[in-house]
C-alpha cells in the first residue's frame, strides 16, 4: 500500500472533520480496536483532611483576675461573668469535622492518550482511496475504501497488543523489508508462529524471530486453518513496514 508514497504526488488534500464525524470515528475505534477502551491510567488529587482547631488555652493573667475578684466578694458576678466566658471559651475550642476526601480520581483510555478529547482530528485524503488520521499533524491511523481502522507501525510499537501477531522465521524478514507478501512458509516453519483462530482479512501485526517490535502490519489472506491446511501460498498481504516510504513519514496534513 505504501511501497511507493510521495506527499507530493499522492496526497490529494488535508482538512479537519466536524464534531458529529470525529464522534462516529472515535467510536469505530472503540469497536474494532477493543485495547483503545482500556484505562492507561488514573489522574487526580485527594484533599488532605483538615486537621481540628485545637481549644483555646485561658491565659495565665485572665486566671489570677479571676481569683482576685472572687476574693474581694464579686464571687456572684465573677462566677456568672466566668461561667460565661468559659461557656464561649468552650464554643471556640469546639473541633470542627474534618471533610470527606475529594475524590477527583479520573479514569483516562488509551484512546485519550493518542488522541486527548477535545483536539481536532485531521483526515488527510491520499490517491488509492487511502485516509490518513492525525493529531497535530501526526499520523495515528489509516485505513483503505471503507475499511478497518489501521494503527500506524509506530503508534503499534507503543501498543503492541491492539492487534493479534503472527511471526516469520529469519528467513523472510528481508522479503518483509522489501514489500513483499509474506508466505505460508515462513509462518509454518520452525521460527513462525501462526496463532489459531485468526480469520479471513483480520488484520495482524508481523512480528520476526529474534525481534522485539513488529516489522510491518498485514491482512490475513486466509484463515489460520486453511493456511494450515494449504502450507502454500500468500498467507498475509503487506499492508506497511518498517523502512517504507509511509515510515519515514512523521507528520503530515493537519
Not at 490518513?132 to 499520523?139: C, K, L, Q
Request: glycine letters at 12%.
Amino acid at each position: 500500500m505504501f511501497k511507493k508514497f510521495s506527499v507530493k504526488e499522492d496526497v490529494s488534500g488535508s482538512t479537519s472533520v466536524k464534531s458529529s464525524v470525529q464522534r462516529n470515528v472515535r467510536n469505530n475505534l472503540l469497536e474494532q480496536l477493543p485495547l483503545l477502551s482500556q484505562t492507561a491510567y488514573k489522574e487526580g488529587r485527594e484533599t488532605p483532611p483538615a486537621e481540628p482547631t485545637p481549644a483555646p488555652v485561658p491565659e495565665p493573667a485572665q486566671e489570677e483576675e479571676e481569683e482576685e475578684d472572687q476574693s474581694k466578694g464579686k464571687g456572684k458576678g465573677g462566677k456568672g461573668k466566668g461561667g460565661k466566658k468559659g461557656g464561649k471559651g468552650g464554643k471556640k475550642g469546639k473541633a470542627q469535622d474534618a471533610p470527606a476526601p475529594a475524590d477527583d480520581n479520573k479514569e483516562v483510555q488509551v484512546i485519550d492518550e493518542l488522541w486527548p478529547k477535545g483536539e481536532p482530528l485531521g483526515v488527510t485524503k491520499c490517491h488509492e482511496r487511502i485516509t490518513i488520521y492525525t493529531v497535530h499533524s501526526v499520523p495515528i491511523f489509516f485505513n483503505h475504501f471503507d475499511g478497518p481502522f489501521i494503527p500506524t507501525l509506530r503508534v503499534l510499537h507503543r501498543y503492541p497488543a491492539l492487534l493479534p501477531h503472527v511471526q516469520i522465521d529469519r528467513g523472510a524478514i528481508k522479503f518483509l523489508l522489501a514489500g513483499a507478501n509474506m508466505m505460508a512458509p515462513g509462518l509454518l516453519s520452525k521460527g513462525g508462529i501462526l496463532p489459531e483462530g485468526l480469520a479471513k482479512d483480520a488484520i495482524v501485526a508481523i512480528h520476526a524471530e529474534g525481534k522485539e517490535h513488529a516489522c510491518g502490519i498485514g491482512r490475513m489472506s486466509a484463515s489460520s486453518d486453511e493456511i494450515r491446511k494449504s502450507g502454500k501460498g500468500v498467507a498475509v498481504e503487506v499492508v506497511c513496514w518498517v523502512g517504507d516510504d509511509f515510515w519515514k513519514i512523521k507528520e503530515i496534513g493537519l
